[in-house]
Antibody
């Protein structure tokens, strides 16, 4: 059974940093690209960042480019999101999602974690 | 960036009725790289349809997807009580940006 478990969320002041983690199990982690998707309270889904199986291809939404960094450790079956210079508008539930393929292009999201909540407020 | 517009915003129907949800893209979606997700309150999204018309594993056949180019449709042939939820379309052909529609809420009438 595929499982994705996010952690690392919490309350943080504007301008500070936070690192999210996603622990994966139930599939061969290094065969698939992975993504972060967020959902602000009461709002829709927004793709944040994605990374190919070997970290050779990485992409970011314009809203987070230059502030967030995605990475993965295939030996630990883990995905990460380093979030710097956080803003109030980054407040959201952050989901880890498994891609349907190994590369960045043309993959849909076939499994999702339950999310970790990030609240940016003073 | 491809913008996806879903309509209607809310669909009020009774169990047993047919639901038709629309997703329109601002430009053609490559090779029908269009997916649909269902999200219930307090839960993560769940993949329903990929490639515009292929059902994901375990998805009942009352869910069907159709369309190509810029116009796509999700149809639920007969609504079950567990189908009342929010539905999102997503395009995944315009890498490296994946975009979602704003969602359609299917509520009990």
């Amino acid at each position: 059974e595929v499982q994705l478990v996010e952690s690392g969320g919490g309350l943080v002041q504007p301008g500070r940093s936070l690192r999210l983690s996603c622990a994966a199990s139930g599939f061969t982690f290094d065969d698939y690209a992975m993504h972060w998707v967020r959902q602000a309270p009461g709002k829709g889904l927004e793709w944040v960042s994605g990374i190919s199986w070997n970290s050779g291809s990485i992409g970011y939404a314009d809203s987070v480019k230059g502030r967030f960094t995605i990475s993965r450790d295939n030996a630990k079956n883990s995905l990460y999101l380093q979030m710097n210079s956080l803003r109030a508008e980054d407040t959201a539930l952050y989901y880890c999602a498994k891609s349907s393929n190994s590369i960045m292009v043309t993959g849909y999201f076939d499994y999702w974690g339950q999310g970790t909540l990030v609240t940016v407020s003073s | 960036e491809i913008v996806l517009t879903q309509s209607p915003g809310t669909l009020s129907l009774s169990p047993g009725e047919r639901a038709t949800l629309s997703c329109r893209a601002s430009q053609s979606v490559s090779s029908s790289y269009l997916a649909w997700y269902q999200q219930k309150p307090g839960q993560a999204p769940r993949l329903l349809i990929y490639g515009a018309s292929s059902r994901a594993t375990g998805i009942p056949d009352r869910f069907s997807g159709s369309g190509s180019g810029t116009d796509f449709t999700l149809t639920i042939s007969r609504l079950e009580p567990e189908d009342f939820a929010v539905y999102y379309c997503q395009q995944y052909g315009s890498s490296p940006r994946w975009t979602f529609g704003q969602g359609t809420k299917v509520e009990i009438k």
